[in-house]
């Protein structure tokens, strides 16, 4: 099975900073990847599907990039409402699905 | 629009089992498959295992062999999860999950709680 390494584990960053997390695959997943964001007691919301396409009503401060073994997902300019938890998830050859460690951001 | 709506909260006792229930709308049920995801407390996702609610078939992570049964009712459009021989490492956020090419909806999750 395809394994996911998340980076960082979390972070710190002031409203306005650019914020990277980055998602590691074991083995090449093509861009069969999806970045989802997570806020305290809700459901994961996807933000970004096929590693780089924004999912209709996400702000364009989100992006994703990557493809086969690594990906980025980028906020530029962080807003008071992207504190939260950050998870990549890959489906290729699905069954099974993979998410990685996620990465929460916090406010400096 | 398309909802994932779950059963209630569970308090169980170690070594019962927990059946969740998660019902769809707003699209053909039978065309997507459904997929389970777990969260303990201050923890990560945990992916738990799928179902395909046309044919019946269903798979299951590793760590959940044996343990975890999916099921569903075409005619309610409605998914089940049963997960037996709870232990306390089974408390957790129970999410049913739409699964196109990756997931699209979540559930609202449903919190089982293992405890004497």
């Known amino acids: 099975d395809v394994q996911m390494t998340q980076s960082p584990s979390s972070l710190s960053a002031s409203v306005g900073d650019r914020v990277t997390i980055t998602c590691r695959a074991s083995q090449d997943i093509r861009n069969e990847l999806g970045w989802y964001q997570q806020k305290p007691g809700k459901a994961p919301k996807r933000l970004i599907y096929?590693?780089?396409s924004l999912e209709s009503g996400v702000p364009s401060r989100f992006s994703g990039s990557g493809s086969g073994t690594e990906f980025t997902l980028t906020i530029t300019s962080l807003q008071p409402e992207d504190f939260a938890t950050y998870y990549c998830?890959?489906?290729?050859?699905?069954?099974?699905?993979?998410f990685g460690g996620g990465t929460k951001v916090e406010i400096k | 629009q398309v909802q994932l709506v779950q059963s209630g909260a569970e308090v169980k006792k170690p070594g019962a089992s927990v059946k969740v229930s998660c019902k769809a709308s707003g699209y053909t049920f039978t065309s997507y498959d459904i997929n389970w995801v777990r969260q303990a407390t201050g923890q990560g996702l945990e992916w738990m295992g799928w179902?395909?609610?046309?044919?019946?078939?269903?798979g299951r992570g590793q760590r959940f062999q044996g343990r975890v049964t999916m099921t569903s009712n075409t005619d309610t459009s409605t998914a089940y999860m049963e997960l037996s021989s709870l232990t306390s490492e089974d408390t957790a956020v129970y999410y049913c999950?739409?699964?196109?090419?990756?997931?699209?909806?979540w559930g609202q999750g449903t919190l089982v709680t293992v405890s004497s």
């Open positions: 999950v739409r699964v196109v090419g990756s997931i699209d909806y």
């Open positions: 179902m395909n609610p046309k044919s019946g078939k269903t």
């Open positions: 998830l890959q489906h290729y050859n699905y069954p099974p699905l993979t």
């Open positions: 096929a590693a780089s």
